[in-house]
């Protein structure tokens, strides 16, 4: 079997001898991804093995950035092991996220356009405040400016049914990490 060129897979499952170099490592990293120092170790083995090293703040950096989220911080790992930067900085992991949020724009853009308004505005201030206890609390309302009662509690059920949202650590958040983050930089 072919072993892979860019060891943070992002696309399906390959296998664990196509994955990693042992079965049992397949276990360990399956075991250890919810934990953040198991991953960095992990991550940094892959490195490693290119000569490169990920240095410690850094793997905290990406997964503080996206809340330790498995697929995000894959994505964001295959990204800066494909740029292959000589040393391996807080700015090349932002520089990973903008490719991948830039290559997402369209659809990204589209989504976004096929909201109501109330729904779009619900999403955005969502997004804005990055994990919502409460999004039909007054003081929210009052600080996004957001329409009635009503049109928030009928937008928040549209927008939890099309999973652009989910309900995560007690609050509500934006579904795809990366599209949060589009709507953060690029809405007003």
């Known amino acids: 079997?072919?072993?892979?060129?860019?060891?943070?897979?992002?696309y399906g499952y390959k296998g664990a001898e196509y994955f990693c170099d042992r079965v049992s490592e397949t276990e360990k990293i399956v075991k250890g991804l919810s934990n953040e120092r198991v991953y960095y170790n992990f991550a940094n083995d892959?490195?490693?093995?290119?000569?490169?090293?990920?240095p410690e703040s850094v793997f905290h950096y990406i997964y503080k950035k996206i809340d330790g989220q498995t697929w995000y911080v894959q994505a964001i790992l295959n990204r800066i092991y494909s740029n292959q930067p000589e040393l391996?900085?807080?700015?090349?992991?932002?520089m990973a996220v903008q490719e991948l949020i830039d290559e997402q724009e369209v659809a990204f853009e589209n989504y976004?356009?096929?909201?109501t308004t109330n729904q779009a505005a619900l999403l955005l201030a969502i997004a804005k405040e990055g994990n919502v206890k409460s999004p039909m609390a007054q003081a929210f309302i009052s600080r996004?400016?957001?329409p009635a009662l009503s049109s928030i509690k009928s937008a928040l059920e549209s927008l939890l049914d099309n999973q652009f949202i989910y309900q995560y650590n007690g609050g509500y958040i934006v579904y795809d990490r990366f599209f949060g983050m589009w709507l953060r930089e690029r809405i007003e």
């Open 1 to 10: 079997m072919k072993k892979l060129n860019n060891p943070f897979v992002v």
């Open 112 to 115: 976004y356009q096929s909201l």
């Open 46 to 54: 892959r490195f490693m093995k290119r000569g490169q090293q990920l």
């Open 88 to 94: 391996i900085t807080d700015i090349d992991a932002d």
């Open 144 to 146: 996004y400016r957001l």
